[in-house]
């Protein structure tokens, strides 16, 4: 089992860069595959992008392809989830999910294939 923070965000300006950090609690976060997720207000959640629990593998949604990267250090137990480019479109709430990927290499981008997740963190893009 594992809980997760999300941290930064806030509110920023079209075109500004900002970072989002996930931390895991315990001694097994390395064995989790870590998720992001955006939902804006009054839509669905969406997928962000992910990494595998190496670190070494990350898949994008199509809206963060080129804009956004996702990085990890186990040994400080956190995720980061770096956005550049920002638009008012990525305003949200943004969340950090982990699933545990067994023998499986593919990165999975639907809500229910992660098992723990985080509070969120708000991100204001203004215009």
């Known amino acids: 089992q594992v809980q997760l923070q999300e941290s930064g965000g806030g509110l920023v300006q079209a075109g500004a860069s900002t970072r989002l950090a996930c931390e895991g609690s315990g001694r097994t976060f390395s064995r989790y595959d870590i998720g992001w997720f955006h939902q804006p207000p009054g839509k669905d959640r969406e997928f962000v992008g992910a990494i595998s629990r190496s670190g070494g593998k990350t898949f994008f949604g199509d809206a963060a392809k080129g804009r956004f990267t996702i990085s990890r250090e186990n040994a400080e137990n956190r995720v980061y989830l770096q956005m550049n480019s920002l638009k008012p479109e990525d305003t949200g709430v943004y969340s950090c999910?982990?699933?545990?990927?067994?023998?499986?290499?593919?990165?999975?981008?639907?809500?229910?294939?992660?098992?723990?997740w985080g509070q969120g963190t708000q991100v204001t893009v203004s215009s």
């Open positions: 999910a982990a699933t545990d990927p067994g023998q499986s290499t593919r990165l999975r981008d639907r809500g229910f294939e992660y098992q723990y």
